[in-house]
Each structure stands twice: as C-alpha cells, then as structure tokens.
C-alpha cells in the first residue's frame, strides 16, 4: 500500500483539479477545515493503516464528484 506522502500528493492533485471541497468533506463525514488540515499536510501525517484508508477514501470523492462534473458537461456540449 502506498505511503501517505504518496496518496497526499495524488489528494492534492485531485483535488485542485476538482475543487468542491466542501462537498467532499460533507460525503466524507469531516470538517472542511480537517479535509483542508489533511490537504496541507498539517494533519494525518503517521503512516499508517487508517491514515491511508481516510486518505484513498478522500480521493475516491474527489473523483466521483468529478465524474459527476464531468458529465454534466459532456450532457450540456451535446445537447448543442
């Protein structure tokens, strides 16, 4: 399993790309400013298993709600 440098370091990409933070810490039953405190590195830094669950998790909503953005705006482009 990876080390939780590693999955921080896909969050964050995921993450800007995404944005909708607000949305992902709500599906993830945290605090926006614990989700920031998790992006920023400033908080579940021991590598450990339930570290890494909290953070493949994170990841998985960023990409869902992506999906979901992303879709929607393949719907609108051909409606055109």
Do not use: C, P
Not at 8 to 36: C, F, M, T
Not at 43 to 72: F, P, S
Request: glycine share 6%; proline share 0%; charged share 30%.
């Amino acid at each position: 399993m990876l080390k939780v440098n590693a999955l921080r370091d896909e969050l964050k990409i995921v993450s800007e790309e995404v944005g909708k933070h607000k949305e992902v810490a709500k599906k993830g039953n945290i605090s926006l400013q614990y989700l920031s405190q998790i992006r920023q590195g400033t908080n579940v830094t021991v590598n450990n298993k339930k570290n890494q669950e909290l953070i493949i998790l994170l990841i998985g909503i960023y990409r869902e709600i992506g999906k979901d953005k992303l879709n929607a705006l393949i719907k609108v482009l051909q409606e055109k």
